[in-house]
């Protein structure tokens, strides 16, 4: 009979260090809470409360209710002088203990493990700007909530073959439906990008007549590949992270 596998071990103050450290690394480089809650698949009001924890944000209502708690004042107390909800008080206030139940901390190690995969992604793409690395990425970034520059919510996955490895296809899913996309599509706006490197591309057509452009129009710019005008960066919702200088 075979041993059931054993759950991996997880320690959850190492856990929430890094879970902190990710999060408000990711903020930093952005300073957008939306664009922070999605790089890890959180609300925008947990992203919040990590980072009042870590001390990376505030606001001038999280001033007061922290201050106000800092000098003894109850749950009940900051309510009824701010005409905050309970959640929302509980909202502005840090964690004061790490999570210990077993799904959370697992769901927090991969997401913290996600996000610093699809980094190394973009940071390999950056340097080789080849097929290989932009393969990387593509893998990377499955699952990642994008919009097309129309504002249509979408993400995709690759297909897998029979020994579950990746063929060269994309399952792109928006709104419940479903289409492919060829890797081909991929490849051949992601060459045309390569080009037109340092000038802002204006629209997915830029890219060529190439089935599935929309789609891979705000992945090159997420992934780095492509300068967009701030308009149009807006319409697709992200605000790349900053590229540092080293």
């Not at 919510?153 to 020994?163: N, Q």
């Not at 129009?217 to 080293?246: C, Q, S, T």
């Amino acid at each position: 009979m075979a041993k059931p596998k054993k759950r991996p071990h997880y320690d959850p103050d190492k856990i929430m260090k890094s879970l902190l450290d990710a999060v408000s690394e990711s903020y930093e480089e952005t300073g957008e809470l939306k664009q922070t809650a999605a790089e890890f698949d959180m609300s925008p009001l947990k992203i919040r409360k990590l980072l009042i924890t870590s001390g990376a944000y505030s606001n001038e209502i999280s001033k007061v209710v922290n201050d106000l708690r800092v000098g003894g004042k109850s749950i009940a107390e900051i309510q009824a002088l701010t005409g905050l909800k309970k959640s929302s008080v509980n909202g502005y206030l840090p964690y004061t203990k790490s999570i210990y139940k077993a799904e959370e901390l697992s769901m927090n190690a991969e997401r913290i493990n996600v996000y610093r995969r699809r980094q190394q992604a973009v940071r390999n793409l950056m340097e080789r700007m080849n097929e290989y690395a932009l393969w990387n990425a593509v893998v990377a970034f499955q699952r990642y909530p994008f919009r097309t520059m129309t504002g249509l919510p979408f993400t995709y996955e690759l297909k897998k073959d029979r020994d579950g490895d990746y063929n060269r296809e994309l399952i792109i899913d928006r709104k419940g439906e479903s289409e492919t996309m060829d890797w081909g599509s991929v490849v051949k706006a992601f060459e045309k990008a390569v080009e037109l490197q340092g000038e802002p591309i204006s629209r997915p057509k830029v890219l060529g007549d190439i089935r599935g452009v929309s789609y891979i129009y705000p992945m090159l710019y997420r992934f780095g590949v492509i300068e967009v005008a701030e308009e149009d960066a807006w319409k697709m919702e992200v605000k790349r992270p900053l590229r540092k200088n080293h």
